[in-house]
């Protein structure tokens, strides 16, 4: 292994996969990746992969969108599928929630989202086996849908190592090497210290104990999320055709996978309930207490499917903020950026994330006036100033 590089990723998940595409993109190209195991072997495989700009926080609207147009052009930048399957997205909220639903899709399209309201009958038309009764309005995306975040990680790491980026596997990183307040490099778990310009801290939920020997506390909770695998007894070509539903009445979400429809629940937890879970051993199934809650959920939002039965289940990790986004941020401790505590959101915004990180890197700043970068800062907790939406839904959790 080299002993030194321009940059230094430690965490070879989606988003410090990314962050080395979108540095070759702006002509870095000497950057190692180290991963612990391999690439996208984390919660980045876990990921239900919406992929949607519906966000009332416009920066991250504004990242979403980014992401967006990334995979619509996957074959250009990537040469390869990556899984997106744009089926369309829509999100649908009860009369209290009618407001905030406007202003929050006239929010979005100011910053190039390609959002409308639709009618009723038209989300109808599209899911036929729903009962829309408790709805009052709807947004739709059209160029919305869903992803594999695993073969998306894949695709930005081979892009990244075709510019000259080296991915090492298999490399776990045993923590930072510092002169004073300025980190020179990584040190990996075999002893081998590789000297960097600029150290990025992609690690997910490994971030908060991998930096707080080194006083750079990222508020970070790890959260467990579930997800139920349904067979909704109907053909594949007709589960195929079904847009991305968010319901914000009952806070579920589902799309197609294959010929199964993906269940998550979007009912979670303020910051200072969440229930912390480890993310190295965590019960990697739905428990009987979730799987009735979607029996529940499903049956009450979906009563045309003929013959619905669960088929699967599945757990992953939620690393999350206090506000529930991420930060990308440079930090206390000089060449040091953090990118972490996706709080769920990784995915969708994952290009864009990686072209934050490389304008961190390597100009101080966002080159995109869309997405400021203090809007992000690790700092904003202490300040007081957290990332939060002004057009909230009510009751309708974390995830907006």
């Known amino acids: ?54 966000y009332g926080v416009s920066s991250l609207a504004a990242m979403a969108a980014v992401g967006l147009e990334v995979f619509e052009q996957a074959d250009e930048h990537f040469g390869t599928d990556i899984g997106f399957r744009q089926t369309g997205y829509v999100v649908g909220v009860g009369e209290t929630n009618v ?5 929050s899709l006239a929010a979005q399209r100011a910053v190039g989202v ?35 975040a695993y073969q998306t990680a894949q695709a930005f790491s081979t892009a990244a190592r075709a510019a000259g980026a080296r991915v090492r596997q298999g490399t776990p990183a045993a923590g930072l090497v510092l002169d004073g307040d300025r980190v020179t490099g990584v040190r990996s778990a075999d002893g081998t210290a ?42 594949e ?48 199934r739905a428990t009987d207490a979730f799987v009735d809650l979607t029996v529940d959920k499903v049956g009450t939002r979906f009563p045309g499917f003929p013959d619905a039965a669960i088929s699967g289940s ?18 206390g401790l000089e060449n040091l950026v953090v990118a972490a505590g996706f709080s769920g959101h990784g995915f969708k915004i994952a290009p864009a994330v990686g072209r934050l990180v490389a304008d961190l890197v390597v100009d101080g700043y966002s080159r995109d006036a869309r997405i400021p970068a203090a ?25 907006r």
Request: hydrophobic share 40%; aromatic share 10%.
């Open 194 to 235: 590789i000297s960097a310009g600029t150290v990025v801290v992609a690690t997910g939920a490994w971030t908060r104990p991998f930096l707080a020997p080194y006083g750079v506390d990222v508020p970070i909770k790890v959260i467990r999320e579930q997800i139920v695998l349904i067979d909704p007894g109907i053909d």
């Open 375 to 399: 809007d992000f800062r690790l700092t904003r907790f202490a300040d007081g100033e957290p990332l939060v939406t002004p057009y909230p839904y009510v009751g309708a959790g974390q995830m």
């Open 99 to 103: 407001d905030a639903l406007r202003k």
């Open 314 to 331: 599945y757990a992953g990790c939620y690393d999350v903020t206090p506000d529930w986004n991420p930060v990308i941020s440079a930090t």
């Open 1 to 54: 292994m080299s002993a030194t590089a321009d940059v230094v990723i430690v965490g070879g998940g989606l988003e410090g996969c990314a962050a080395a595409w979108a540095l070759a993109e702006r002509g870095v190209t000497d950057v190692v990746v180290l991963e612990r195991n391999t690439v996208g072997s984390g919660m980045t495989g876990k990921s239900s992969g919406i992929v949607r700009c519906h």
């Open 237 to 284: 070509a007709a589960v195929g055709r079904l847009p991305v539903f968010s319901d914000l009445v009952t806070l579920q979400y589902v799309r197609p996978e294959g010929a199964q429809v993906l269940f998550g629940n979007s009912d979670l937890p303020g910051y200072d309930a969440i229930d912390e879970t480890d993310p190295d051993d965590y019960l990697n």
């Open 114 to 148: 390609d959002t409308e309201e639709i009618d009723k009958a038209e989300v109808a038309r599209m899911w036929p086996y729903a009962d829309l009764t408790p709805f009052a309005a709807f947004g739709w995306e059209s160029r919305g849908g869903y992803g594999d």
